[in-house]
């Protein structure tokens, strides 16, 4: 399924980097004013919630607010296309990088010990 807007992949760090502020934004958006307006609600009850049921409901809400703008950035942009690629990725330039190996150990240089030089 080819995305509506097709030339916005986040094929390179620029593009991936304005796509996902644009999904974190949405995210942090919603939940805060879903959030806000649950609380005003519960204040005209003359209610108060606890610190604890409001956080509850503030991860319940940015769980699902984030489930909707994942799925509709998908739909959008293509956005997550690139995470579920096999390894050659032959869709997007991702073989030509080369990251430095997190394996590589330094080994520590010998101590040198002069005195036992020997010369002669």
């Known amino acids: ?39 005003d609600a519960y204040k005209e009850k003359k209610k108060k919630l606890s610190v604890w049921a409001k956080l509850g409901i503030a991860m319940g809400i940015a769980s699902v607010s984030a489930a909707v703008v994942y799925v509709l950035l998908y739909f959008i942009f293509g956005f997550g296309r690139g995470m579920l690629a096999s390894p050659p990725c032959p869709k997007l330039p991702c073989s030509s990088v080369s990251y430095p190996s997190t394996h590589q150990v330094s080994q520590p240089h010998p101590p040198t010990n002069s005195s036992t030089s020997s010369t002669g």
């Open 1 to 39: 399924m080819k995305p509506l807007i097709h030339n916005f992949s986040s094929t390179t760090l620029t593009k991936a980097f304005i796509l996902n502020a644009i999904s974190l934004a949405l995210i942090t958006g919603v939940t805060t004013a879903l959030t806000i307006a649950i609380d």
